[in-house]
């Protein structure tokens, strides 16, 4: 009778091994949407003006795009899948120089199974903001 239920064990273990614990297989996020940098309103500014609010215009930006400033995040306000604004402060316009300006649409979350799928942050090409 012990052999038998050694048998029945060894066989019991084999089918659940065979059956695979393993991982399970996830799909890698895909590339996201592209935006891009039209142009810049105001394209300048003199150092040492005021905050101002910029208007970058362009293609495929996602509600939740980020406008970078010198890559630190500004507050970014959504207009249209062509337009975002932003304030930037007096602080970043005081001394002459140029600022590189990006727009980040932000990856998104997968919705597979076992949270794969989703897609990757893209951030456009940087645009040069001069500061007279």
């Known amino acids: 009778m012990k052999i038998v239920k050694a048998v029945f064990l060894a066989g019991l273990l084999a089918v659940g091994l ?3 614990y393993s991982s399970k297989a996830t799909t890698p996020a895909v590339a996201g949407t592209m935006p891009t940098i039209a142009a810049l309103v105001p394209a300048s500014m003199t150092h040492g003006m005021s ?3 910029l208007t970058v215009n362009g293609t495929n930006f996602s509600s939740n795009a980020t ?3 010198n890559g630190t995040a500004e507050t970014t306000i ?3 899948a062509s337009q975002l604004t932003a304030t930037i402060p007096a602080t970043d ?3 002459a120089g140029t600022a590189a300006v990006t727009v980040t649409n932000p ?3 997968g ?3 076992y949270g794969s799928g989703g ?3 893209e951030t456009s090409a940087p645009m040069t903001f001069t500061i007279n």
């Open 18 to 20: 065979a059956c695979g």
């Open 51 to 53: 905050a101002f609010a």
């Open 67 to 69: 406008i970078y400033w």
């Open 78 to 80: 959504p207009v249209s």
């Open 93 to 95: 316009i005081a001394t």
């Open 107 to 109: 990856g998104t979350s």
């Open 111 to 113: 919705m597979g199974a």
């Open 119 to 121: 897609t990757l942050a």
